[in-house]
C-alpha cells in the first residue's frame, strides 16, 4: 500500500495532476473501465445545478433512509472531515473504507494522472460498487457534462436552480451554464429541474437527448397549506406535507423536485406518505442556514454566490430580532464579491471582512473595495482570519443581536473549527463528524 493514514493520501492527491481543476471524462472513464465499475447494481441518482444541491441530496438521502433503504451518498466539498463526502446510510465512512478505495484506485489508474477531485469521485464509486444498496446519490461537483461524477449514467437527472457561478468554467450566463448541466442527462432516462425560470437550454438539451424533463411549476407543482404543504404532478398528490427541515421558503422548491425525482424511481423504490414527512422533517445539512442558538444566535451559510447570498438575506428579512446583524465574510476571489455584498447589504449592520488561507481567496483588501462600491455607505472593520473577527464579537455582541458567517465552505469551516467564549454559542464539530 502507497500510504497507511488517510492525512497522507489526500496530501499525495493534491498534488498528483498538474491542475486542481481539468474538466473532462477520458481519465476517470478509462480508470473506471479497468475496475469494472461502469455500472452500479441500483438505481443512482445524480444532482446538478448551483444552488440546493446538497440539501437536495439531504432530502433525497433522508427520505429513503425513512423507508429503510440502503443509501450511499457522493457530496463535495466538506467542512471539516475528508470523510464527510461519502456516506453510507447517512453516516461518513470510515478512514479505512476510504484508505482501502484510494490504494485500489491507485492500483488501477497505472500511469493515469487524477486530479484530487476524480481520485475522490472513483474511490467513492469503488465503494459504492462493494456494498449491496438500493440506492446510490451523486452531487456533481463542477458543472455537470463534463464533471467526474457524470462518467455514470443516471436513472434520474435532478438539476437544481441554475445562477452564475464558476463562470472561468462554465459560461458567462444561465444559458450557457445549463447546457453545461444539462449534461448530466441520458437517453431513456428522465430529468427533473427545481428552477422555477429555467434556461431554454435545458429544455433544448432534453429534447436533443430525447427526454421527458419534469420542471417546478409547469409538470408538477406545489401549494402552500398554512404551516403544511401540497405537491402534485396530474393525479399523484401528497398532502399535509411538513415543512423542510432544512431553513428557508425556497427549500420547499428543493423538496418539490426531489419528489418528483422520488415518484419517477417509485416502482423500483416506493415511498410511502410516512416515508416522504419523515424524510422532510428529518434531513440535516450541516452550513446551510446553519443556527446555532442562544442569546446571541450564530448563523453559519455557505452562501458563495448572489442567488444563494439573496437566499441568506431573505432568511434573515423573514427572521426579525431586535439586534444587530453583524456578518463575517470571507470569500474567493473569483466570485461576483459587489453582487454578493449587494444582495445582504440591507440585512447586515455590521461587516468583518476577512479571508482564508487559499490562494483562491479574496484579500481584506479585495473585499473592502467590493463592499465600498456595492454598499456605499456599508460600516466594517477588517480581519486577518475569521477566528480573530469572531474573538472581537464575543465582547461587542449583545442580546438579540445575530453573527451570520457567510462566503464559502472554507469560511464556515473555520468558525466550525474554532473554540469561542460564552459571548455565543460554540458550533459542535460532532454534528459534521
Known sequence: MRFQTLA????????LHPSEIELGLERVRDVLQRQGHQQLGCPVITVAGTNGKGSSVAMLEAIYLAAGYRVGSYTSPHLLHYNERIRMDGEPVADQVLIDAFERVDQARGDISLTYFEFGTLAAIDIFAHIDLDVVILEVGLGGRLDAVNVLDP???????????HADW???????????????????????CGDREPPASLQQMADEVGIALYCLGRDFTILDQDS?????????IRDALPPPALRGGFQRD??????????????????SQAHVREGLANARLPGR??????????????AHN???????????????????????????ADKELEAIFAAMGNVVDHWCLTTVALPRAASVEQLAEALQRAVPDAEYEEFPAVAEALRALESRVQANDRVVVFGSFYTVAAALAEDYNAGFPRPDPAKVK
Open 254 to 271: 428543493n423538496a418539490a423536485a426531489v419528489l418528483m425525482a422520488t415518484e419517477l424511481l417509485s416502482q423500483r423504490l416506493p415511498l
Open 170 to 192: 462554465l459560461g458567462n450566463d444561465r444559458e450557457t451554464i445549463g447546457r453545461e448541466k444539462a449534461g448530466i442527462m441520458r437517453p431513456g432516462r428522465p430529468a427533473v
Open 8 to 15: 497522507e493520501w489526500l496530501s499525495w492527491q493534491e498534488s
Open 228 to 236: 403544511q404543504w401540497r405537491w402534485q404532478w396530474g393525479d399523484r
Open 306 to 332: 448572489a442567488q444563494a447570498a439573496q437566499a441568506l438575506a431573505d432568511n434573515l428579512a423573514a427572521w426579525p430580532m431586535p439586534g444587530k446583524v453583524y456578518a463575517v465574510a470571507a470569500m474567493m
Open 289 to 302: 442556514f446553519e443556527v446555532e442558538p442562544g442569546a446571541v444566535p450564530l448563523v453559519l451559510d455557505v
Open 155 to 165: 436513472d434520474v437527472a435532478l438539476i437544481t436552480p441554475i445562477a452564475l457561478d
